[in-house]
């Protein structure tokens, strides 16, 4: 049973297994109304992910990806079609479901410790301030910031804002995360720095994670399925591929394991089509 | 010691010391001396150069005034008429008001100065005089005598500031406020834009004349100083606007990244005002609040001189009233305190905005 539930099989309400997902998309569509008629990017778009189901998003630029995550997030309405998450119709933003922007986000007047506490403020406020402490502390040594918590958010380099931007969304205890390309912005030296920071914390919460990407080797690395999207406009899924890798991973064993390029060609070979 | 005093002139907008401090630690001698060239040498020499050109232009026109006079005497009286307006003009009995020089301002500086001191002296030994008769009174339950002769120029300036600090604080509980208000609200944002468009072009005079109309009736039976009333409303309500309009700009425009962390955490609206909204328009706010102390200070003086109001304003016009000798050169004197002093301002406010400001680029 415990197997069961792990894949994100539960026991409903009369006593029989169901397939439960934590999060359920069926038929999504966004129109932007333009002068010169709607403009649909996204038509009926269904996808399901399990929970502690890690799924990256690839696709072409403006296809629609991050349209979707922010719809996932709350922060942009849909124009029709559902979003269920964890069980409830996504109807605005929420700290259930946690969100990493491509730019870091943080606020630059506070200090990595504050903006951290910013939410955990929020969602823990039943906690005791000890708690609370507790927690912003032990997720921003996590991402490796043990040193650096009290300095203003200005004054951390790119990298380190978005170690920041990761602790608060995982402090939150969401039950989705959403990362939208949350590396893009970063040197390749860092960007594969920060997903093994990534991978390391989520490997102790598995938080479903939901990660837009434009980089086919990240989605391979991190990804227990890469989602493809056709390009834009009435986008939708394009193709689904299974990443079989096991968990943990590092990053050595999975560039010397013989399926790496076979998947790789598979995501190249798409996304040139 | 050194990094920490170019850290600090550099804070407080005094950057132009900096070479000065680092050639006198001995540092890269020529790369330093090059950099005071520029940013001390050169700006000394403009300023050495103004002040030949206007030493020129005082004796033109001082000559040129008293030729007239020269010529008019010839005229009435021949050569003996000549000498005598040839002495009077040596004695200062025919004035000649013309552009004083730099010399002339210097004295009347000077002069302004002695003059403080003596009031100074003055007011401690009325003071003292009428210590006794005072404690007494105090104790008869009776106002106590206080000096009431001619203020000194020191005096007027303070009262200046007084009055200038009164309409920016005015101006910043009035606008800071509203300005926040309206920048949350695009409803009331455009209800009130037309308002705002209309009073902000408005003449301090004419600001003065209406807070005039208003103050004055609703003082009628209070007996203290309506003038400075008066000239701290209207100088607070000229100078409030560029802060108005910087804290609707400001928060009407926080990054929208910042407003969607706010979503994402789901923040109250004072959470959201208080940890995201403000903060991220302290730079718009302050230096909207710079802008309203040099509009304060630079209208002040012409308010003052409207309401009689004591302070520098009043100080020129009663000079210029006055018409003596050195009259005209008082009133330069007091151009170069009031350039001075908003100058100094200027970096005060300066000062403040670095603190609140979390971008580099912001303050300039």
Request: proline letters at 4%; one cysteine or more.
């Amino acid at each position: 049973m415990e197997t069961l539930e792990q894949k994100g099989i539960r026991r409903s309400d009369n006593g029989l297994f169901e397939d439960k997902y934590m999060l359920d998309i069926s038929q999504l569509t966004k129109i932007y109304p333009t002068p010169k008629g709607d403009y649909v990017v996204l038509d009926d778009l269904d996808l399901k992910v399990k929970h502690e189901e890690f799924i990256s998003i690839i696709g072409h630029s403006g296809c629609g990806k991050s349209t979707l995550l922010t719809m996932i997030a709350g922060l942009n309405p849909i124009s029709r079609g559902t979003i269920i998450a964890n069980n409830e119709t996504v109807r605005g933003p929420g700290p259930d479901r946690g969100v990493i922007f491509q730019s870091p986000s943080l606020l630059p007047w506070m200090t990595a410790y504050d903006n951290v506490m910013l939410g955990v403020k929020q969602v823990f406020a039943h906690g005791t301030k000890k708690d609370r402490d507790d927690i912003v502390k032990y997720y921003l040594s996590k991402v490796g910031l043990e040193d650096a918590m009290y300095k203003k958010a200005k004054e951390l380099s790119q990298g380190m804002q978005q170690r920041v931007g990761i602790a608060r969304a995982f402090a939150l205890k969401p039950k989705v995360l959403l990362l939208d390309e949350p590396f893009g912005m970063l040197d390749s030296l860092t960007r594969g720095e920060l997903q093994d920071v990534l991978i390391e914390v989520w490997n102790q919460e598995k938080i479903t994670a939901i990660m837009i990407t434009h980089d086919v080797d990240e989605s391979i690395f991190l990804a227990d399925r890469v989602i493809m999207m056709t390009s834009g406009p009435r986008a939708k899924v394009g193709d689904i591929l299974e990443i079989d890798f096991e968990r943990p991973r590092l990053r050595k064993d999975v560039l010397e394991h013989p399926d790496y390029y076979k998947y790789r060609e598979h995501l190249i070979d798409f996304l040139e089509h | 010691m050194k990094d920490r005093s170019i850290h600090i002139l550099n804070f407080v907008g005094l950057g132009f010391f900096e070479p000065a401090i680092r050639l006198a630690a001995g540092e890269e001698t020529k790369k330093n001396l090059i950099a005071l060239l520029k940013k001390v040498f050169l700006p000394v020499l403009s300023v050495g150069l103004f002040l030949v050109l206007w030493h020129a232009g005082a004796s033109y026109l001082y000559n040129v005034e008293k030729d007239f006079k020269i010529e008019r005497a010839k005229e009435a009286s021949g050569d003996a008429g000549v000498a005598l307006e040839l002495k009077r003009i040596e004695t200062g009995e025919s004035s000649i008001n013309s552009l004083p020089s730099p010399g002339a301002v210097l004295a009347a500086f000077k002069t302004l100065l002695a003059d403080h001191r003596s009031i100074t002296a003055k007011k401690a030994a009325f003071k003292e005089k009428v210590a006794a008769t005072n404690a007494k009174r105090e104790e008869q339950g009776l106002e106590p005598i206080t000096y009431t002769g001619r203020p000194s120029f020191v005096d007027q300036i303070f009262t200046s500031l007084k009055t200038v600090f009164a309409g920016f604080f005015l101006a910043l509980f009035l606008a800071v406020p509203v300005g926040i208000i309206l920048g949350l609200s695009s409803t009331l944002r455009s209800s009130f834009n037309w308002l705002i468009q209309i009073f902000k072009p408005v003449s301090p005079v004419v600001w003065f004349l209406l807070v005039y109309m208003i103050v004055k009736t609703m003082t009628l039976s209070y007996n203290g100083d309506v003038s400075f009333i008066i000239s701290f409303i209207a100088v607070g309500l000229c100078a409030m606007w560029a802060t108005l309009v910087n804290t609707t700009l400001g928060v009407s425009t926080v990054d929208k990244d910042y407003i969607n962390v706010a979503k994402v955490l789901n923040l109250g609206v004072g959470q959201k005002v208080f940890k995201i909204v403000l903060p991220s328009s302290f730079p718009l706010i302050f230096t909207g609040l710079r802008i309203t102390v040099s509009v304060a200070w630079m209208v002040l003086i012409a308010i003052e001189l409207l309401s009689q109001s004591p302070g520098l304003g009043t100080f020129v016009w009663e000079e210029f009233q006055n018409g003596a000798n050195d009259s005209n050169a008082k009133i330069i004197a007091a151009m170069f305190v009031i350039g001075i002093i908003g100058f100094l301002l200027d970096r005060l406010m300066f000062t403040v905005q670095k603190f609140v400001t979390f971008t580099e680029e912001a303050a300039a």
